[in-house]
């Protein structure tokens, strides 16, 4: 889609001004999808009506957009004008007399959504205007953010004073003249979250149209393609496959299995997929979202959808694994509904003496001898023609006592299900992601497909830094130079900074962020001496109401109150986060010490699974972040044998050796 495509109408500035308005307002309503109502006719009649007074005298200068499409974001730019050097992005607030906050972060995040993802953006002004129709005279200032990179702070602007501050805006910033049609020739390549890229598919986008695809990329669109594949030959030759999609930190692992779910909702289809979940938060979260998303989206098309109904058709296709899992042991004959069946996160599948427990304990059946990916494998093995399994496998995610880890699949297919194809990632022999010995057993078996674009190796999580689940990974395995080396590459693109003062650190966080960019404190589960700091793990916290809710709600991120951990962010993300360091994991030259809390002491963790558990927990923890992170190690306090400082100083030193900077 090219940059004039994507708007309802688009048009010189001279030609603008010569073409009548209802010329205009016929083109805007033939572009849209759907029915418009005269609330909107007016609205547009409006924008243009101040907008030919505006730039009367700018005819041959460059470029207006109306309705300009923002992809990841689900939303459109009221108008967009290139004027000589800068790029104007307008909001219009129609009989509004006030300036909103709201409505300020809705034009600013429209503003940062160009610079950031619209190549040929990056290098340009970018001055996001707010303008409420019935203010009085007033605008103002103009000013640049403390990320100076060519996005200025919104201006609030009454229409009388428009012309002003666009003259001003040009004075104020220099640069060549823009080029419209080079300009309209920028690829346009979004980073979404996980919950963005979730509402787009479910809403009709393509993952192409939501992913990165430039050349430090593998392609997301690849890797769908390559699962598609697999899933039409398996129907085609009526096999029973299993694939195994590998990926670091934010690699996009989920929205492949979105994409490949969105693509076959229809369960009367015989390529009706499910995606399943056994991260509870993020099934919530997604489900919540995409309901919310499609009540506003029908709203905007004049359409009542109550919420309920919405939330009803999104669980056809987005289910908790255990709940799956239930209905499969209803009838342990009848094959599920699905011949494709998408498991996120698949290597925390509980392992045998995990699911016998459960089985026992829960669902009173005794002697169960099957571990979770052996039994689900099974689930779809009932089908007499075809079926297939998409694991979507991470590295080093394993954050949960039981949880096996992709071994088990492996362990599963070659102990049960002989027949089975195999298509899987050559990077699944990479330590991190614990299949070990157990791959070499599958050389002797038949039917196994190796394909590259089965491992996603690039984190898309954050487009200024790529390379932070790498850093990360130095930082934890005491690899002191690397992780050195590696932060000299961020450090320009992806603020990182360290703090002993959480308050500092919360200062620092509200000042980075703009527009809605989400910002959250994030704490290991195990963190249960911060509560001098006011922060309790035990605290009961709603996920959906921390991820989805806006600036104004208590329970949201934004009140920096309640706190999110591994369990609840694993999966999801933020753009600003605040990591909160407690004792549980202690830097000492010798390795990592690893601690429990229990009582009113610490107990040191001994065994080898507990203690992998928790330096996860905090690979978890410092992989959310898109933008940038504190890191808060709080100072200790030598009268409470709880927090001395000796618990927390050496774990500071260390990140200070690493050369994060100080605040």
């Given at each position: 889609?090219t940059?004039?495509n994507?708007?309802?109408?688009?048009?010189?500035?001279a030609?603008?001004?010569?073409?009548?308005?209802?010329?205009?307002?016929?083109?805007?309503?033939?572009s849209?999808?759907?029915?418009?109502?005269?609330?909107?006719?007016?609205?547009?009649?409006?924008?243009?009506?101040?907008?030919?007074?505006?730039l009367?005298?700018?005819?041959?200068?460059g470029t207006?957009?109306?309705?300009y499409?923002?992809?990841r974001l689900?939303?459109?730019?009221?108008v967009v004008?290139?004027?000589d050097?800068?790029?104007?992005?307008?909001?219009?607030?129609?009989?509004e007399k006030e300036?909103?906050s709201?409505?300020?972060?809705?034009?600013?995040?429209?503003?940062?959504?160009?610079?950031?993802?619209?190549?040929?953006?990056?290098?340009k002004?970018?001055?996001p205007i707010?303008?409420a129709t019935?203010a009085?005279?007033?605008?103002?200032?103009?000013?640049t953010?403390?990320?100076?990179?060519?996005?200025?702070?919104?201006?609030?602007?009454?229409?009388c004073?428009l012309n002003?501050?666009?003259?001003?805006?040009l004075?104020?910033?220099?640069?060549?003249?823009?080029?419209s049609a080079?300009?309209?020739?920028?690829?346009?390549?979004?980073?979404?979250?996980?919950?963005e890229?979730?509402?787009?598919?479910?809403?009709?986008?393509?993952?192409?149209?939501?992913?990165?695809s430039?050349?430090s990329?593998?392609n997301?669109?690849?890797?769908?393609?390559?699962v598609?594949?697999?899933?039409?030959s398996?129907?085609?030759q009526?096999?029973?496959?299993?694939?195994?999609?590998?990926?670091?930190p934010?690699?996009?692992?989920?929205?492949?299995?979105?994409?490949?779910?969105?693509?076959?909702?229809?369960k009367?289809s015989a390529?009706?997929?499910?995606f399943?979940?056994?991260?509870?938060?993020?099934?919530?979260i997604?489900?919540e979202?995409?309901a919310?998303?499609?009540?506003?989206?029908?709203a905007e098309?004049?359409?009542?959808?109550?919420?309920?109904e919405?939330?009803s058709e999104?669980?056809?296709?987005?289910?908790?694994v255990?709940?799956?899992?239930?209905?499969?042991?209803?009838?342990?004959?009848?094959?599920p509904i699905?011949?494709?069946a998408?498991?996120d996160?698949a290597?925390r599948?509980w392992?045998l003496?995990?699911?016998?427990?459960?089985?026992?304990?829960?669902?009173?059946?005794a002697?169960f001898?099957q571990?979770?990916?052996?039994?689900?494998?099974?689930c779809l093995n009932?089908h007499?023609?075809?079926?297939?399994?998409?694991?979507?496998?991470?590295?080093?995610q394993e954050?949960?006592?039981?949880?096996?880890?992709?071994?088990e699949?492996?362990?599963?297919?070659n102990r049960s299900?002989?027949?089975?194809?195999?298509?899987?990632?050559?990077r699944?022999?990479?330590?991190?992601?614990?299949?070990?010995?157990?791959?070499?057993?599958?050389?002797a078996?038949?039917?196994?497909h190796?394909d590259?674009?089965?491992?996603?190796?690039?984190?898309?999580?954050?487009?200024r830094?790529?390379?932070?689940?790498?850093?990360?990974?130095?930082?934890l395995?005491?690899?002191?130079?690397?992780?050195r080396?590696?932060?000299?590459?961020l450090v320009?693109?992806?603020?990182?900074?360290?703090?002993?003062?959480?308050?500092?650190?919360k200062?620092w966080l509200?000042?980075k962020?703009?527009?809605?960019?989400r910002?959250?404190m994030?704490v290991?589960?195990q963190?249960?001496?911060?509560?001098?700091?006011?922060?309790?793990?035990?605290?009961p916290m709603?996920?959906?109401?921390?991820f989805?809710?806006g600036k104004?709600?208590?329970?949201?991120s934004?009140?920096l109150?309640?706190?999110?951990?591994?369990?609840?962010?694993q999966?999801?993300?933020?753009?600003w986060?605040?990591?909160?360091?407690?004792?549980d994991?202690?830097?000492?030259?010798?390795g990592?010490?690893h601690?429990?809390?229990v009582g009113?002491?610490w107990?040191?963790?001994?065994?080898?699974?507990r203690q992998?558990?928790?330096k996860?927990?905090y690979?978890?923890?410092?992989?959310?972040?898109?933008?940038?992170?504190?890191?808060?190690?709080?100072?200790?306090?030598?009268?409470?044998q709880?927090?001395?400082?000796?618990?927390?100083?050496?774990?500071f030193?260390?990140?200070?050796s690493?050369?994060f900077?100080?605040?």
């Open positions: 889609m940059n004039r994507r708007a309802y109408y688009a048009d010189s500035i030609d603008f001004l010569m073409r009548a308005s209802d010329e205009i307002l016929g083109t805007l309503v033939r849209s999808a759907f029915s418009i109502e005269a609330p909107q006719r007016n609205a547009w009649l409006e924008q243009i009506r101040l907008l030919k007074e505006t009367i005298n700018n005819a041959g200068r207006v957009y109306f309705e499409a923002v992809p689900g939303k459109r730019i009221d004008v290139l004027l050097h800068v790029i104007f992005v307008m909001e219009f607030k129609v009989g300036f909103l709201s409505a300020r972060d809705q034009v600013w995040d429209y503003a940062v959504d160009l610079k950031n993802f619209h190549e040929t953006t990056h290098d002004t970018v001055a707010l303008i019935r009085p005279a007033h605008h103002s200032i103009i000013a953010t403390s990320q100076n990179d060519g996005v200025l702070l919104p201006i609030n602007v009454s229409p004073q002003v501050v666009l003259n001003q805006v004075l104020f910033s220099d640069g060549q003249p823009i080029d080079t300009w309209e020739a920028g690829g346009y390549h979004p980073t979404p979250t996980i919950i890229a979730a509402m787009a598919l479910y809403s009709g986008h393509a993952v192409s149209e939501i992913s990165r430039d050349a990329a593998i997301l669109s690849r890797t769908s393609s390559a598609s594949k697999i899933i039409s398996s129907r085609e009526s096999t029973k496959s299993i694939c195994l999609v590998t990926g670091v934010g690699a996009g692992k989920t929205l492949v299995g979105l994409d490949i779910a969105t693509q076959h909702t229809d009367d390529l009706h997929s499910v399943l979940s056994g991260n509870g938060p993020l099934v919530a997604l489900r979202a995409l919310r998303d499609k009540v506003r989206r029908k098309a004049g359409e009542k959808v109550k919420k309920g919405a939330l999104v669980k056809l296709f987005i289910q908790n255990h709940h799956f899992r239930d209905e499969c042991l209803i009838d342990t004959h009848r094959p699905e011949h494709v998408i498991f996160e290597q599948a392992n003496e995990q699911t016998a427990a459960f089985m026992l304990r829960k669902k009173q059946k002697g001898d571990s979770e990916p052996e039994f689900l494998i099974s009932r007499d023609d075809w079926a297939v399994v998409v694991c979507l496998v991470g590295g080093g954050i949960n006592t039981g949880e096996a880890g992709i071994e699949w492996i362990h599963a297919l299900f002989p027949d089975w194809h195999i298509h899987i990632s050559p699944l022999h990479d330590d991190e992601y614990g299949a070990g010995r157990v791959l070499e057993e599958l050389t078996r038949p039917n196994v190796f590259e674009d089965l491992h996603l190796g690039v984190s898309m999580r954050s487009f830094a790529e390379h932070v689940s790498a850093l990360v990974k130095h930082m395995d005491h690899n002191t130079a690397q992780a080396d590696m932060l000299a590459e320009d693109r992806y603020p990182i900074v360290i703090t002993r003062n959480l308050d500092r650190a200062s509200k000042a962020a703009r527009g809605t960019e910002y959250g994030v290991s589960s963190a249960q001496r911060l509560k001098p700091h006011a922060i309790d793990v035990k605290s709603d996920p959906i109401h921390w989805l809710d104004e709600d208590v329970r949201s934004y009140y109150e309640d706190v999110a951990t591994e369990f609840h962010v999966g999801l993300e933020v753009d986060a605040c990591v909160v360091w407690d004792a994991f202690r830097y000492a030259p010798s990592w010490q601690f429990s809390f009113n002491r107990n040191q963790i001994r065994k080898t699974e992998t558990y928790l996860n927990a690979r978890v923890l410092l992989t959310r972040a898109r933008q940038g992170m504190v890191l808060v190690v709080p100072e200790g306090d030598n009268e409470d709880t927090r001395y400082a000796a618990h927390y100083d050496p774990t030193e260390y990140l200070n690493i050369g900077r100080v605040i």
